[in-house]
T-cell receptor, first 118, second 113 residues
């Protein structure tokens, strides 16, 4: 149980284009999902907290117009990197919090999406 | 301020040797503590977690960790390391009343044959 998927696993795009990454909780409902960014050989940096049916909460320093987050259902959140540039190249990981479980606010992580902007 | 410190950026051990990865945290409330492992290009895999109760926690792949409140530590141990354990290890803290995790900077483990 508690499986989170991400799609795509890898994406390469041209500078100036937009890229959408999906995060799905496959076997549970998640009112809250999180988006992290990980630079090579670095730790995870929380970008934003995504709540179903409401606006995402962005961490300080994260451009909300650059990284658009939508959490339209209890099982799906999307991250759109708009007008991507090479500096946006990174590993993006999502996680989801189980609505009904007793996981003590435990987050379940997706496998990550490698974004490369040329 | 809330933080997680993993003092060792790199650790190298021989296969079959014991392992201890250090994790210290600063957290204002009751902490929930986690250890994750990440292989290159992969996502995070949960090794073990501590919420309450027995302070010695058993996890997958033969790992264990001990919560020491007085030392604000949650060190990860394994009695005999296998070559497949080579990876990056992250300690994280969360807690009641907040959904956010704070991650440590990670420890990269290298295993010598």
């Amino acid at each position: 149980g508690a499986v989170v998927s991400q799609h795509p696993s890898r994406v390469i795009c041209k500078s100036g284009t937009s890229v959408k990454i999906e995060c799905r909780s496959l076997d549970f409902q998640a009112t809250t999902m999180f988006w992290y960014r990980q630079f090579p050989k670095k730790s995870l940096m929380l970008m934003a907290t995504s709540n179903e049916g409401s606006k995402a909460t962005y961490e300080q320093g994260v451009e909300k117009d650059k990284f658009l987050i939508n959490h339209a259902s209890l099982t799906l959140s999307t991250l759109t990197v708009t007008s991507a540039h090479p500096e946006d190249s990174s590993f993006y990981i999502c996680s989801a919090r189980d609505l009904t479980g007793v996981g003590h606010n435990e987050q379940f992580f997706g496998p990550g999406t490698r974004l490369t902007v040329l | 301020a809330q933080s997680v410190t993993q003092p060792d950026i790199h650790i190298t051990v021989s296969e079959g040797a014991s392992l201890e990865l250090r994790c210290n945290y600063s957290y204002g409330a009751t902490p929930y503590l986690f250890w994750y492992v990440q292989s290159p290009g992969q996502g995070l895999q949960l090794l073990l977690k501590y919420f309450s109760g027995d302070t010695l926690v058993q996890g997958i792949k033969g790992f264990e960790a001990e919560f020491k409140r007085s030392q604000s530590s949650f060190n990860l141990r394994k009695p005999s390391v296998h070559w497949s354990d080579a990876a990056e290890y992250f300690c994280a803290v969360g807690g009641a009343g907040t959904y956010k995790y704070i991650f440590g900077t990670g420890t990269r483990l290298k295993v010598l044959a």
